[in-house]
């Protein structure tokens, strides 16, 4: 079955950076784009990437650009976030999902990482 | 880029039948058939509930259902149970070259 596995809590402080993975397994982990997307707290959901397991290829929410980076392993199936310049808005739970028969339906998540900014 | 609008809240009784709403444009909603919608129950991770507008993941029962005209997609409730009570979002694919998924502002679903 397909699996999402997100690493833990962090807290930062403003201006630092935030290092998040999601390990998968269950799948071809380069048969499917993998995305993120973050939900500050009581807010909504809001898409900041896609990263392409297979290329490495990535984009970006404009409003991210210049602070988020998401990589990948391809020799443990997991993909990374990086987020910097970090300051208390960016605290949210940030959530990798993969997509399932579509493009754009995100049936897959992981559980989640809380990022706190906070000095 | 603003989100989709969806209402801030829709009240039903158990039973009943309940329908939110998603409005976006046609760079959005509009223009593809890429409409999503996730219920959210409270500390729980987003469960895809409708995708390509219209279409079911297998587990999700059939009380739930999509629909799109225009520029406003719609997600249908029927029969509805305590259990559905939670907050639904939309979202879709979009052209726009500042993002390519949006969502909505989210709904909060009371089921009286």
């Known amino acids: 079955q397909v699996q999402l596995v997100q690493s833990g809590a962090e807290v930062a402080k403003p201006g630092a950076s935030v290092k998040v993975s999601c390990e998968t397994s269950g799948y071809t982990f380069t048969g499917y784009y993998l995305h993120w997307v973050r939900q500050e707290p009581g807010q909504g959901l809001e898409w900041m990437g896609w990263i392409n397991p297979n290329s490495g290829v990535t984009k970006y929410a404009q409003r991210f650009q210049g602070r988020l980076t998401l990589t990948r392993d391809t020799s443990i199936t997991t993909v990374f976030l990086y987020l910097g310049r970090l300051r208390s808005a960016d605290t949210a739970v940030y959530y990798c999902a993969r997509v399932g028969v579509g493009a754009t339906d995100f049936e897959f998540w992981g559980q989640g990482s809380l990022v706190t900014v906070s000095s | 880029q603003s989100a989709l609008t969806q209402p801030a809240s829709v009240t039903g009784s158990p039973g009943q039948s309940i329908t939110i709403s998603c409005t976006g444009t046609s760079g959005d909603v509009g223009g593809y058939n890429f409409v999503s919608w996730y219920q959210e129950h409270p500390g729980k991770v987003p469960k895809l509930m409708i995708y390509?507008?219209?279409k079911r993941p297998s587990g999700v029962s059939y009380r739930f259902s999509g629909s799109k005209s225009g520029n406003t997609a719609s997600l249908s409730i029927s029969g509805l149970q305590a259990e559905d009570e939670a907050d639904y979002y939309c979202s879709s694919y979009t052209n726009s070259r500042n993002s390519y998924v949006i969502f909505g502002g989210g709904t909060k679903l009371t089921v009286l």
């Open positions: 390509d507008v219209n």
